[in-house]
C-alpha cells in the first residue's frame, strides 16, 4: 500500500506539459458595440470594457485587436464610444475617463494618449478636418481639438450655457465648416475650422445625438424621441422633418449613392433618399438599439448596439452575425 501511494503520488506531482486550449476569442454578437469605422476593407468595431475588434473579410469574423496600456493607464478597460479614422493608417477611439486611443497601423494595434485619472467623463464622438485636425466633443460641454493627426490634444473654447453634453461633432477636410450639438437642443456650428463657434435656434429642448453633413448647406440633426431636423443655409434656420416614430435616434451611415440612415431605439431604421426631407422605416420593432453603423456594399449595412454586431440588407428583416461569423 505504501509503494502504491507513493507511485500514484509522484505520477500526480511529476512535470508534464499542459494540453493546448483553443485561442480564446471575442464573440461579436456578444459584445456591446458604441462605434464602427471602415477604411477600404478594414472594419474596426470598439465597445464595452476596452474591446477592440478588426475585420478585414466585411465582418465574416473578427479578431481582437492589441491594447496596450501605458504608465497612466496600466490596462484599458474603459467603456470605449467611437471610433474614426483619420487616414487610411491612422485611427482614434475615445471613451470614458477622457480616454482617447490611437492606433497607426488601422486598428492592429493601439495605445493611450489621453487619460484622465481624476475624472470619469466620457467623450462622445470624434472627426477628422482639414490639415490633420481633429476633434473630440464629451461631456459638460468638453470639446478638444488635435492638430498633429491625434497625437496631443487640447480644449477649445466654446461658450455653452449650463455645460450640457456634447454628443456630437461633425466635421470635413473638404471645409473647415463643422457643426456640434448636445443636451437641451444645444448646437453650434464653426465655419473656420473651429477657430470660432456660434449658437444655432433649433425649436426643441430634448437632447440632440447626431449630426450629419450632406453638403456644405444642407445639415441634418437627430435626437430623442424621433426628432430630425434638416438645415439648408448651414444652421442658420431650421425645419422639424416628421419620421411617424418616437423611437431615438443614435447614429446614422451616409450611403454612397447619397441616402441617409438613421439608426435608433428598438432597431429603428430610417431612410431619406432626398436629402433629409422624408423618412421612411426601414425596419422597426424589437429591444435592442442600433447606435452605429457603416455601408459593406449597396443595400447592405453593418451595424453595432447594445446585442453586438448585425448586418441588415435594406428591403429585408435583420440577422445577427453568430460567433462573429
Not at 46 to 65: K, M, P, Q, T
Not at 94 to 107: A, F, K, Q, T
Not at 232 to 241: K, M, S
Not at 255 to 274: F, I, P, Y
Amino acid at each position: 500500500m505504501a509503494v502504491f501511494v507513493a507511485v500514484v503520488a509522484a505520477y500526480a506531482f511529476y512535470p508534464r506539459s499542459l494540453p493546448e486550449f483553443p485561442a480564446t476569442a471575442t464573440q461579436a454578437d456578444r459584445l456591446r458595440i458604441n462605434g464602427l469605422a471602415m477604411a477600404g476593407q478594414r472594419i474596426v468595431a470598439v465597445g464595452e470594457s476596452g474591446h477592440i475588434l478588426v475585420s478585414d473579410d466585411r465582418a465574416a469574423s473578427w479578431r481582437d485587436a492589441k491594447v496596450n496600456g501605458n504608465a497612466e493607464v496600466a490596462r484599458v478597460e474603459q467603456t470605449l464610444t467611437q471610433v474614426a479614422f483619420v487616414d487610411d493608417r491612422i485611427a482614434l477611439a475615445v471613451g470614458h475617463d477622457g480616454l482617447i486611443l490611437r492606433s497607426e497601423d488601422r486598428g492592429d494595434t493601439w495605445a493611450p494618449v489621453r487619460f484622465e485619472k481624476e475624472y470619469s467623463d466620457p467623450l462622445f464622438s470624434i472627426c477628422a478636418g482639414q490639415n490633420g485636425q481633429v476633434f473630440v466633443s464629451g461631456s459638460f460641454g468638453r470639446l478638444l481639438v488635435s492638430r498633429d493627426a491625434g497625437k496631443s490634444f487640447e480644449a477649445v473654447p466654446i461658450d455653452l450655457p449650463d455645460g450640457p453634453h456634447l454628443n456630437a461633432v461633425s466635421c470635413s477636410s473638404q471645409d473647415g465648416r463643422m457643426m456640434a450639438a448636445g443636451e437641451m437642443a444645444q448646437a453650434q456650428r464653426s465655419p473656420d475650422g473651429g477657430q470660432t463657434w456660434t449658437p444655432m435656434k433649433i425649436d426643441y429642448n430634448g437632447s440632440l445625438y447626431g449630426v450629419v453633413r450632406l453638403s456644405d448647406a444642407r445639415w441634418v440633426i437627430y435626437g430623442m424621441l424621433g426628432h430630425v431636423f434638416r438645415s439648408e443655409d448651414f444652421g442658420a434656420t431650421w425645419g422639424e422633418v416628421a419620421t411617424g416614430t418616437e423611437a431615438s435616434f443614435f447614429g446614422h451611415v451616409l450611403l454612397a449613392d447619397g441616402k441617409l440612415v438613421l439608426l435608433g431605439q428598438g432597431g429603428t431604421v430610417m431612410v431619406s433618399a432626398d436629402g433629409g426631407a422624408t423618412f421612411r422605416i426601414e425596419r422597426s420593432g424589437g429591444r435592442e438599439a442600433f447606435v452605429a453603423g457603416v455601408e459593406l456594399a449597396p443595400g447592405r449595412l453593418l451595424t453595432g448596439g447594445e446585442k453586438g454586431i448585425s448586418e441588415i440588407t435594406l428591403g429585408r428583416p435583420v440577422a445577427a452575425l453568430a460567433g462573429g461569423q
